[in-house]
């Protein structure tokens, strides 16, 4: 059923029902590369909507939840050897899937969505979305060994860079990554020689939660979402900063 543009923006957390509107008589609002006007109806499960040039999820039938992933439990929406999977995790009647990986002896925060469109955008390193992981090591870390990391280690897929390093003394540290190969930051810090003893990604873009328990889920707040589609949007928040 077709519904009016500024209820629906409204409704997905833009601002008020009356800044919409103004935003879309200022001409800064799209559906489908036209730009709109006051009257426009759409229809959130097809018609594709921009603000600035900046997609707005607007599909009421996309679902996103944060998993506070345990060790153990497989990355994936099944196993052929009956581990456990994120999904088995969350309790949904909408088939969802991981977004990006988190191999089974890591821990933390991970996404499930059924918006193919964010989590491509999410997960392709072009889009630079930043990961961070709180990182426990084998020995003594050094100023060298933040130094190494920064400038990057050779894999045997190729140099792996960490965006930020912070160091935990004396054997822990926070890392920021904007990729998510396979195993990559177990495998930079065996390459400076500090095996990963335990390793949970704590931040995803600008989601974090240090209340969601082991194991938990939350969905996403409307306010959650467009944040992600501004971080993948690479430019400033759309939200209206007074809400």
């Known amino acids: 059923m077709d519904e009016k543009l500024q209820k629906v923006l409204a409704a997905a957390g833009i601002a ?4 919409c509107e103004e935003y879309i008589i200022a001409g800064r609002v799209s559906v489908n ?5 006051i009257g ?4 959130t499960q097809s018609d594709v909507i921009c603000i600035d040039g900046k997609r707005i999820p607007v599909n009421p039938t996309m679902v996103y939840y944060l998993l506070n992933k345990e ?3 497989v990355s994936s929406a099944s196993d052929p050897y009956g581990r456990p999977t994120v999904v088995d995790c969350v309790k ?3 088939r969802l899937f991981p977004v990006g990986r988190l191999d ?3 821990e933390g925060l991970i996404l499930l969505t059924n918006d193919g469109f964010l989590a491509y955008r999410l997960t392709h390193p072009s889009y630079g979305v930043e990961k961070e992981y709180l990182v426990e090591v084998e020995g003594t870390l050094s100023r060298v060994d933040s130094a190494k990391l920064k400038r990057g280690v050779e894999l045997e897929d190729g140099i792996a860079y960490a965006a930020h390093v912070s160091m935990l003394p004396p054997n822990s540290m926070k890392i920021t990554v904007t990729e998510g190969r396979n195993r990559m930051v177990r495998r930079m810090c065996e390459a400076i020689g500090h095996p990963v003893v335990r390793l949970i990604r704590i931040r995803i873009g600008h989601l974090t939660d240090r209340s969601l328990l ?3 889920s939350r969905l996403l707040s409307n306010k959650d979402i467009l944040a992600l589609y ?3 949007a690479n430019k400033s928040a759309i939200v209206d900063p007074k809400l």
Not at 33 to 37: E, P, T, W
């Open 16 to 19: 008020s029902r009356r800044k």
């Open 40 to 43: 426009t109806r759409v229809d």
């Open 104 to 106: 089974a002896d890591s």
């Open 71 to 73: 060790r153990g439990v």
């Open 230 to 232: 501004n971080v993948v």
């Open 92 to 94: 949904s009647d909408i």
């Open 214 to 216: 082991p194991g938990h």
């Open 33 to 37: 590369d036209k730009v709109a006007a």
